[in-house]
């Protein structure tokens, strides 16, 4: 028989409202916690625990035939993968921060500036659509010290409450793209698994409907 394989987050922010709408889809786990694999009772999906950065390569790869990801990860990878659903968690924006007492009024303000990010992808196609040359500065984390210790001038990166651009002396200018958590599946699926998945995807409606 046919199982369909969903990579999820082992630990993070989309990790506990990823199991949380598989539960609600009436899918029993049976996971020992730490495993990195676990498989269901009542539904043929197997589960696969991952970091979100390696979920839309696997899924490209048919290492997993689906995937719950944050669309700013999803978009950054660029991986050749459909994008199934949008599931209403783990929503937030990509955005540009800059000292709180910069009076930004627009994007074209950040020509010939420095900015600091881990979505570097997405901000060059932002700004070459906006028309503005600015440096790019890839750093893998803790983005928003970049300002205070002279390595940018600017951030792009994700805010929720925005409290981190706060505490760090910064504040959110502009949003570059707004996300949220997205159930993505590999493009050539056989007609048993797009089966299970058509399965999968009518009960996550009826989970969205409930909630409406
Ligand atoms: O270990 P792994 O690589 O799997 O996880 P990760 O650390 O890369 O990702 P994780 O768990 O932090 O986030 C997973 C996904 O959650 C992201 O890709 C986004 O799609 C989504 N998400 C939603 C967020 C936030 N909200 C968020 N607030 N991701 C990160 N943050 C950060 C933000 O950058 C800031 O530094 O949380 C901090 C607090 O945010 P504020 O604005 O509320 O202060
Ligand atoms: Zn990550």
Redesign the pocket.
Known sequence: MNVLKIAI???????EDSLKLIKECGIKLNNGKGKLKATADNFPLEFLF?????IPGYVEDGVADLGI?????LVEKENDVELVKKLGF???RLSIGVDRNWDYKNIHELEGKSIATSYPKILGNYLKGKKVNAEIHEISGS??IAPSIGLAEAVC???????????NGLKEADVIMR???VLIAQNALSADKRNILNQLIFRINAVQEGKQ
């Open positions: 987050q082992k630990s993070g922010r989309l990790s991952l970091r979100d950065d390696d990801v944050g669309e700013n990860v783990s929503k937030c983005v928003e990166d994700i805010v929720s409450s925005g409290s981190t651009l706060l505490s996300s949220e958590a």
